[in-house]
């Protein structure tokens, strides 16, 4: 049956089909998905625009009313006051409301006449320079509203009279039915505030909001730098050609690269009602597809579908059926090197996944937005049961070396430090407000070195040098093919007194995780690479009020986590864990050509050797696993583990074969040729093994 070669044309359009139905199922799921999460951020951004808009629309017609007003009374110039600085106090959100009049409109004796409420001075002053001169930027929030003639939004631009980045909605007005403006009311929101505003709109844990107008503008930010320096801004817009759409579409969605978050990105956006800013929403892909593994999945299954179609052709070519020897050697090193693609494939999957797995669970904290999420996350918590919002600790930590000690326990060495606001009377004991709560539970692993107390502004800086050996879980379930989350726990040492500690963002220059903030640079981890760092926080459930009967607050605490994320170094781990086993591979490959049959009598090789080499190569792999054992310290198999259960099982059963060719002559397919076809299908049989065990391990 095996060499009728109708039967694998037969196999080759089943598989031909089962490809195409494969790649049809992945299209559709990428199809689908991809539909799912143009869905979820469309949804999202309907939503914050309604929530945005809101407070914009609140703005413009508080505006509008008072030019109306302006326009209908005739205001005393104490009454006029009185107004702007009421209605400037009603709305927070206000940096200043500013009245301006055309020249002797509002006093015949009077060229220029333009009051403002200024809520940092809590006081009301007057414009001194000429805002009727169109050449002057500080003057938009005057003469651009004159020009269109409608209320409208101002480009930002710096406001000397408050200092800051604003813009303006401003308003124009007539007086006493006058044929032409008198004046405007113009609104002023610092883009610090707006940003404020846009960062309140709940996007879940990493999605921020960002406010650019038509012209490329960023109004509004979390990166506050973008706000601060706006040719940076303008840089970074033009260095995005997906940017472009906004000049085009009034909505819809892109993908970049976010320099806030430092990670790849969709941003969905849409053009707000004032038709001269979009809102914008911004999520991480990892955010969007959490379920990556399900699309490498059906990756690696169209890979193996069209793997088998592939052997099929090879037999068909090379009519492996008709037996020559020849033909059976090349479809054997080609079927080989095919399975061990597969597995590199796998491999290589693996490791572009393993950086997402780690950090499924981990919610990064690489900016204030993420930051203040949190917090405002926890602090609802906290008063929904009646519990005050927590007293929050800025901690930073700069780690100067790491080494393993076995497989888990680790050796740090570094500086923390710790700023402590002054209002705050701590009774520190030996001058520490943090424990390690992964410590050793025996010996003495925790070592700090008090350096110094600088009062900086409002805050008195703590410095710390610090050596700590910390226990922490890892699972080597896919050694060597898995990264590692060195996750150093800080906290503060009593939990009844609401204090938390978070990261000291401000104490860093670059927060990107890739830029490994807070690791030495010259930092050398052996047979090891440090992928990236970044801050986080984790729970620890007390289950209990550690007697207190009194206390009434949470039973659990957040605790600061410093989490270093570490690539194992693929070479290291070849070299001395399976290239024992590949040599042993090729010794047991070699001992099959040591025997050698003319007419069912052996004439070369003996029995005594094959059970000789096979016991000494057992008694190798045993070895290693062991030694293998003793460094991981693990409680279940790991993936480098099941190559050498793979092996006991391969040389017992070659070495089986060998003796059943040697001492009998009852078995065709031994006799076949002098044992050709354990010769041909040793490889492939080894690797299919191989490549089994590390789809089942690994997906």
């Known amino acids: 049956m095996l060499k009728n070669k109708n039967l694998y044309k037969i196999l080759i359009v089943v598989f031909i089909t089962i490809f195409i139905f494969t790649v049809l199922n992945f299209i559709k799921y990428k199809k689908n998905h991809n539909d799912k999460v143009i869905k979820l951020g469309t949804e999202k951004l309907i939503s914050a625009k309604i929530e945005f808009q809101n407070v914009i629309n609140e703005i413009e017609q508080s505006t509008e009313k008072f030019a109306k ?74 003469t651009y509203p004159i020009n269109m003639g409608i209320g409208c939004w101002t480009k930002p631009y710096f406001a000397d009279g408050v200092k800051q980045l604003v813009v303006d909605y401003g308003v124009p007005f007539k007086i006493n039915n006058s044929k032409k403006f008198n004046g405007v ?114 990756i690696i299954n ?8 592939i052997v099929l052709l090879l037999i068909l070519l090379l009519k492996v059926y008709q037996g020559n020897i020849n033909n059976m050697w090349y479809f054997s090193i080609l079927f080989s090197l095919l399975i061990l693609t597969n597995i590199i494939i796998i491999w290589k999957l693996n490791l572009n996944m393993i950086e997402v797995r780690e950090d499924l669970h981990k919610e990064k904290i690489v900016t204030k937005t993420d930051l203040n999420s949190f917090l405002l996350e926890k602090n609802k918590k906290l008063k929904d049961i009646g519990y005050p919002e927590y007293i ?62 600088t009062k900086v502004k409002n805050d008195w800086v703590y410095l710390y040098d610090f050596t700590a050996v910390l226990n922490l879980d890892f699972y080597y379930s896919k050694y060597p093919l898995d990264f590692r989350m060195l996750n150093i726990q800080l ?35 052996p047979g090891n690479r440090i992928y990236s760092s970044y801050f986080s926080f984790a729970n620890i459930d007390f289950n209990s009020n550690l007697g207190d009967i009194s206390y009434k607050g949470p039973s659990n605490t957040p605790v600061l986590e410093f989490n270093v994320l570490v690539k194992r170094v693929l070479a290291t781990a070849i070299v001395s864990d399976i290239l024992p086993i590949v040599v042993i591979s090729i010794m047991m490959f070699l001992l099959l050509f040591t025997l050698h049959k003319v007419n069912g009598e052996l ?15 057992l008694f190798i792999l045993l070895m290693a696993h062991i030694q293998l054992r003793k460094t991981l310290e693990t409680p279940e198999l790991s993936y480098i583990e099941m190559f050498y259960i793979i092996m006991y099982f391969f040389v017992s059963l070659i070495s089986t074969s060998i003796l059943l060719y040697v001492k009998t002559n009852k078995f065709k397919f031994l006799e076949y040729k002098n044992n050709i076809i354990v010769k041909v299908g040793f490889w492939p049989v080894l690797l299919i093994a191989i490549y089994i065990t590390t789809i089942l391990m690994l997906y």
């Open 603 to 617: 004439i070369e090789g003996s029995a005594l050797s094959v059970i000789q080499a096979a016991g000494g190569f």
């Open 302 to 309: 169209i890979v193996l579908v069209l793997t088998v179609i």
């Open 185 to 298: 009311v113009s609104f002023t929101i610092s883009l610090t505030t707006l940003s404020k505003i846009v960062n309140k709109i709940g996007l879940g844990f990493s999605g921020y909001a960002t406010i650019i107008t038509k012209d490329g503008d960023i109004l509004a930010h979390p990166k506050t730098e973008f706000l601060i320096n706006r040719k940076l801004a303008s840089m970074f817009i033009r260095s995005q050609p997906n940017f472009l759409k906004l000049k085009t579409e009034t909505e819809g969605y892109f993908p970049f690269f976010s320099q806030y978050t430092f990670e790849k990105s969709l941003m969905f956006f849409k053009l707000l009602d004032n038709k001269q800013w979009f809102l914008g929403l911004v999520f991480t892909e990892s955010d969007l597809d959490p379920h990556k593994n399900v699309e490498i999945q059906k």
């Open 491 to 525: 906290m503060y040492p009593n939990t009844y007194e609401n204090i938390i500690l978070v990261p000291d963002l401000d104490g860093y220059t670059k927060m990107d995780p890739k830029l490994k903030p807070g690791i030495n640079n010259k930092m050398y981890l």
């Open 69 to 142: 007003n302006i326009s209908n009374n005739s205001y005393s110039e104490q009454e006029l006051l009185k107004a702007i600085k009421k209605i400037c106090i009603d709305n927070p959100h206000l940096l200043s409301v500013t009245v301006g009049f055309e020249p002797y409109a509002y006093n015949s004796n009077k060229y220029l006449y333009s009051p403002y409420y200024n809520t940092d001075k809590d006081k009301i002053d007057y414009i001194k320079y000429n805002y009727t001169d169109t050449s002057l930027e500080t003057s938009l929030w005057y």
């Open 392 to 453: 929050t600790i800025p901690t930073g930590i700069y780690l100067y070396d790491m080494y393993f000690i076995n497989a888990y326990d680790i050796s740090f060495h570094g500086k923390i430090w710790q700023k402590i606001p002054d209002t705050l009377n701590l009774k520190l004991k030996n001058k520490v407000a943090f424990i390690f709560p992964q410590k050793l539970s025996q010996g003495i692993s925790i070592r700090t070195n008090f350096i110094s107390k």
